[in-house]
């Protein structure tokens, strides 16, 4: 039996419950969860309430494990590190690295979380990228998102990864997103993207807009205003 923990984080995402039923059948242990918790600031840190151990897996809502992803072989963090991420696949793009991935956590660092729009880059102490692939992030479980997913990412890779993320890298991630992509509801992922890009434009002269990335309420008002009529009609 492992000493981690496992959380899963899940807010309005359709798969859900199935995504948190295969992790418990994967892991081979219980998987507590969070779901519908306002403000992302906030779902991190209550997960960091609900964990027995100091260190523990936390997953998206929308993260599909692999199957032979084996807990029993990840090792505890080192002194310093505050969070380990592994890669997932992106299923729209083909882009494999940190979005979305499935991460080891320390409780401690979580209860001392700092400010970014990331909002895991405030961890205080390091953070640990792996090559390994744990899973698929299933961002495009509607239209709305995949809308979400492009959106979001692309602004803050716009912006400037606060990960420290060389700019020839975060180029080459803008690019596959906003290139077109192949599978359901590729295009809404594509244009969530472009417009993601927008913003972090428009954020320039009025960094405030930044703070919305994090607002459920107002990303969901962003996409209907240019895409409900869309969705529904197909």
Known sequence: MSDF??????????????LHARLQRVLGTRVKRLHGVQGMRRAYRLAAEVTDSEQFLLADGDFVIATEFDLGSVAPLAEGVAMRVWRARNPLNGLIYGYGGLKLIRRSALRQLGDAVDVLAALPGRSEFVADVAGTTRINQSPYHAWKAGFRECAM?????????????????????????????????????????????????????????????????????GHAEQAVTG
Do not use: C
């Open 5 to 18: 923990d496992a959380v899963m984080l899940s807010y309005d995402e359709p798969i859900a419950d199935r």
């Open 157 to 225: 890779l716009a912006r400037g990864s606060e990960y420290g993320m060389d700019d020839g890298e975060a180029t080459d991630r803008i690019k596959a997103w906003t290139d077109g992509a192949e599978g359901e509801y590729a295009e809404y992922a594509t244009a969530g993207a472009r417009e993601g890009i927008a913003l972090a434009a428009e954020a320039a002269h009025f960094p405030h807009l930044f703070d919305q990335l994090n607002d459920p309420a107002w990303l969901f008002s962003r996409f209907t205003a």
